[in-house]
């Protein structure tokens, strides 16, 4: 029995040796997984890093490249302005529309009224003035002071009639 005994004990410690091993074995290969694990991570966190910085770079290019395009449609858009005259016409339009301030200014009725009673007085007092046949005014003499007789409209302030530009037509 105690050769039972002994024998049994013995099973007992070739087994637990047997399990010691392998959990030493399990112990070491796990180890190996978790290397490998680790190393298998830091590859894709470095292709994904590396595929990050490659599309912030296409995207910059891409970028470029659209404010490129955008810039040269701006370009051909001037240029097809100015083949079809639509800044001439801005223009003209925005000089007409200054005339027509201009004009409104001239024909206000005050200032309508007060030029035909300055001609009127200016008739007037050429009626009553002697006309002898030696002093006979002259065309260009009666024009002076009928001219020099009538005010000169004045623009408002902030009016510049040098900057209407030439008169349409010229």
């Known amino acids: 029995m105690s050769e039972m005994l002994t024998d049994l ?5 070739n087994r637990i040796s047997t399990l010691g091993k392998s959990i030493n074995s399990l112990q070491m290969s ?21 595929m990050m ?35 001439d016409l801005e223009e003209l339009s925005v000089k007409l529309s200054k005339i027509v301030e201009t004009s409104e200014e001239a024909l206000k009725p005050e200032v309508v009224d007060l030029l035909l009673k300055e001609v009127l ?10 006309i002898k046949e030696e002093s006979k005014v ?26 209407l530009g030439p008169p349409p037509g010229n």
Do not use: H, W
Request: proline share 4%.
């Open 9 to 13: 004990l013995q099973n007992i410690y």
């Open 53 to 87: 910085d490659n599309v912030e770079k296409e995207g910059e290019t891409q970028k470029l490249l659209l404010e490129q395009i955008g810039d040269e449609a701006i370009r051909e858009v001037l240029k097809l302005q100015d083949k079809i005259g639509l800044k």
């Open 138 to 163: 002259n065309d260009e003499e009666l024009l002076k002071k009928v001219s020099s007789s009538i005010p000169k409209p004045t623009p408002k302030k902030g009016k510049n009639l040098k900057n």
């Open 121 to 130: 007085e200016g008739v007037k007092s050429l009626k009553e003035s002697p």
């Open 30 to 50: 796990i180890d190996n997984l978790n290397k490998t694990f680790g190393e298998k991570v830091g590859n894709l966190v470095g292709s994904m890093n590396s």
